[in-house]
T-cell receptor, first 115, second 112 residues
Framework: AQTVTQSQPEMSVQEAETVTLSCTYD???????LFWYKQPPSRQMILVIR??????QNATENRFSVNFQKAAKSFSLKISDSQLGDTAMYFC????????????FGAGTRLTVKP | NAGVTQTPKFQVLKTGQSMTLQCAQD?????MYWYRQDPGMGLRLIYY???????DKGEVPNGYNVSRLNKREFSLRLESAAPSQTSVYFC???????????FGDGTRLSIL
């Protein structure tokens, strides 16, 4: 079975600074999808960014970018110019394209942005 | 959340009681999912439905049943609730298994 590991249970960053959240995964698949989701205190699950394994270019969405290292099975999220509204739980997720039963989420990283 | 309605938002049950969590999406998407979220464990897939009339087990299906009544609705049923099923439950949908999932607001379920 696939596994997703987020090794940082909690992190904090000063407003306007940059922070990187780590995620590693284990799979024998060559084609898959990776996602970062944000869960603020409101409990909503909000998609942050998506990466397709067959694309070498790292995905970017405004202040959010990823460092996808396929050989190392690493998928880290970088948040630039951190804002107070970025305070949330962040979940890394692995989605295989053909077997929903192998979808896995990491345990999450609680990020606090300090003023 | 736009596109998906999940009810109820909160529920307290006694051990052995039954209940059904409802989920409906108005985006006409094929795939729907039920997850549970427990502290320190992220989200775990309970059941999913790739299309109307089909359902499949996920990572943690024991103690649950589901029903995909039509394309819009996907319900989760606890036949005999147990304290171990105390959790936050999320419904989600997507266009297909490789598309991002969109989540409901969650149901906080406590079983005493």
């Amino acid at each position: 079975a696939q596994t997703v590991t987020q090794s940082q249970p909690e992190m904090s960053v000063q407003e306007a600074e940059t922070v990187t959240l780590s995620c590693t995964y284990d799979t024998s698949e060559s084609n898959y999808y990776l996602f970062w989701y944000k869960q603020p205190p409101s409990r909503q699950m909000i998609l942050v960014i998506r990466q397709e394994a067959y694309k070498q270019q790292n995905a970017t969405e405004n202040r959010f970018s990823v460092n996808f290292q396929k050989a190392a099975k690493s998928f880290s999220l970088k948040i630039s110019d951190s804002q107070l509204g970025d305070t949330a739980m962040y979940f890394c997720a692995f989605f295989p394209p053909y077997n929903n039963n192998d979808m896995r989420f990491g345990a999450g990283t609680r990020l606090t942005v300090k003023p | 959340n736009a596109g998906v309605t999940q009810t109820p938002k909160f529920q307290v049950l006694k051990t052995g009681q039954s209940m059904t969590l409802q989920c409906a999406q108005d985006m006409n998407h094929n795939s729907m999912y039920w997850y549970r979220q427990d502290p320190g464990m992220g989200l775990r897939l309970i059941y999913y439905s790739a299309s109307e009339g089909t359902t499949d087990k996920g990572e943690v299906p024991n103690g649950y049943n589901v029903s995909r009544l039509n394309k819009r609705e996907f319900s989760l049923r606890l036949e005999s609730a147990a304290p171990s099923q105390t959790s936050v439950y999320f419904c989600a949908f997507s266009g297909s298994s490789n598309q991002p999932q969109h989540f409901g607001d969650g149901t906080r379920l406590s079983i005493l």
